[in-house]
């Protein structure tokens, strides 16, 4: 669940669930799937601007989130309701690693050691 497309903390989350090969997540027959909420106009910017090719939705009345009882946070839910994990984050700062997520589900990790961090000032 995504807290809003402007959210800058967000964009860098999602931006490094871009980093999640397709391939992992079919060999562990996972589907990654981000929902916002705000409006489906900013789908198609926000996943050029993050480079996010797995499935987006929008959730604009937050039905989902009142549904699963969440005003924030992660879910893991296997086949069927069961919930196998979930945070609420405390803030907007506090998301779960995302190989952490990926292990719950099964999934190959993502090495983002690698990937050099370039900040423009």
């Not at 990654?32 to 996010?52: A, D, E, M, P």
């Amino acid at each position: 669940m995504l807290q809003n497309f402007l959210c800058y903390t967000c964009k860098e989350y999602v931006e490094d669930l871009a980093k999640v090969p397709k391939a992992f997540l079919q060999e562990s027959n996972v589907r990654l799937i981000v929902i916002g909420q705000s409006s489906y106009h900013h789908i198609k910017s926000f996943c050029s601007l993050t480079g996010y090719t797995h499935e987006m939705y929008v959730d604009p009345q937050r039905e989902i989130y009142k549904i699963l009882g969440m005003k924030r946070g992660e879910g893991n839910k296997a086949s069927g309701n069961e919930v196998h994990f979930l945070h609420l984050d405390k803030n907007r700062l506090d998301h779960v690693p995302i190989n952490t997520i990926l292990q719950l589900a099964g999934v190959k990790t993502v090495n983002f050691s690698n990937q050099p961090q370039i900040i423009d000032i």
